[in-house]
Each structure stands twice: as C-alpha cells, then as structure tokens.
C-alpha cells in the first residue's frame, strides 16, 4: 500500500534560513510525488511535481525537491524562508499507470519569524 | 471558470440535519475528487469520478455519504443524518486525465452541533 510520512508536524525558521521540510513515502510502482501549500482558509495549491524525468524539480516560490529513489524521500527546500512562506505544506503520492489517486501526508505546518 | 469553485464556504447545521455541498470543476477537467480535512487528521480520500466511468467510493466513511456527479461536471456530496464527527473541511478538486496534479477549490467548512 501506499503512504507518506511527514517527518515534523511543526517547523519553524527564521526569515532567511533554509527551509526543509521532509516527506518519504512508500510505494510499490513508481511514484508521482508532490507537494501542495495551504495559506490559511485556503484551498490547496499545487508548488510542484515529479512524475518522471529529472529528480530535481523546481516549482513556485523559489521552492524546490528532489526525488531520490534509493532513500524514498522527496524534501521540499528553499534557500532562504519568507515570511509569507508561512503555511502548511502537504506532501503527496499517486500511482504510476493507474487512475491518480492522491495519497497525503499529514501535513507540516511551518512558521517563520523575523 | 477560471477555477474550482465550492458553495456554500460555510455551512453549520443541527445534527441529524442532511446537507448538500457543492463543487463546479473547471471547465473541461474529466477527473474530479472529494477530500475532507479534518483538524489533526490530515487529508482523507472519500471519492474519486473520471470521465464516465464508474466512480471510486472508496474512501466514504459511511453510507450515509454519497456523491454524484452530473454531464461529467458540477459534483454534489450529500451527508444524510449529519453527525458531529463529519465536522471538517471538505475539499473539491479536478483536473485532466494523466496531469498527476489537480486543481483545489477553497473548500467546504461544515460544523454539525
């Protein structure tokens, strides 16, 4: 079965510091991987995805994540935290070749102070 | 439209009530998904429809949920008998067949007292 596990349900950084927020998953095809941000009484928005090709994907807001199979990780990164980078981040997993069915992390919630 | 659109954005209603919530996909997108989210609980599937196919119902906690969805567009879930569990947010997104991403509209805040 498939499942992904958000490693820190809080985080919190200062305005400048890099952001890494972790997420491994389980999977027994080859995985589609995302991330998604939730601002507050906000939808879900799409940061970005691996489906297939390049491991390093960059997505929106300056954000990035790297797909490194042997580890089954894809943490999400970026350099230098904003202040309106405060939200909640979900990770995300869907099957290769069937229907895309999105599995979710439970989320981590990521503050950032000046 | 130019995204997924949720009515109403709030909805508070008496346990025991049933209630309506309301998706309108984006127009063209063939898949179209219901989750709920729940404080502290995460994301949870409830129901999956692509084009005419036979929808996934997998995820529906009880029968007293159910979904359709009409001409492969706006979507209904309806919760009979509410109960003060079903309390959350409930989440619409679509998308087209092989994106692997989909599009989330602001969701649904139902409190059931």
């Known amino acids: 079965a498939q499942s992904v596990t958000q490693l820190g349900s809080h985080v919190s950084v200062s305005e400048g510091a890099l952001v890494l927020l972790r997420c491994n998953y389980s999977s027994s095809v080859p995985p589609y991987l995302f991330w998604y941000v939730q601002y507050p009484n906000q939808g879900l928005q799409l940061l970005l995805k691996y489906t297939t090709g390049a491991t390093l994907v960059k997505g929106i807001n300056g954000f990035e994540a790297e797909f490194k199979k042997s580890e089954t990780s894809f943490h999400l990164t970026k350099p230098s935290a904003h202040m309106s980078d405060a939200a909640e981040y979900f990770c995300?997993?869907?099957?290769?070749?069937?229907?895309?069915?999105?599995?979710f992390g439970a989320g981590t919630r990521l503050a950032v102070h000046p | 439209g130019a995204g997924v659109s949720q009515s109403p954005s709030n909805k508070v209603t008496e346990k025991g009530k049933d209630v309506e919530l309301r998706c309108d996909p984006i127009?063209?997108?063939?898949?179209l998904y219901w989750y709920r989210q729940s404080l502290g609980q995460g994301l949870e599937f409830l129901i999956y429809?692509?084009?005419?196919?036979?929808?996934?119902k997998s995820g529906l906690p009880s029968d007293r949920f159910s979904a359709e969805r009409t001409g492969g567009s706006v979507s209904t879930l309806t919760i009979q008998r509410t109960q003060q569990e079903d309390s959350a947010v409930y989440l619409c997104?679509?998308?087209?067949?092989?994106?692997?991403?989909?599009?989330f509209g602001s969701g649904t805040r139902l409190t059931v007292v």
């Open positions: 995300a997993v869907s099957f290769s070749g069937g229907y895309n069915k999105l599995i």
């Open positions: 127009s063209g997108h063939t898949a």
């Open positions: 997104a679509s998308g087209l067949t092989g994106s692997y991403g989909y599009t």
């Open positions: 429809f692509q084009g005419n196919s036979a929808p996934d």
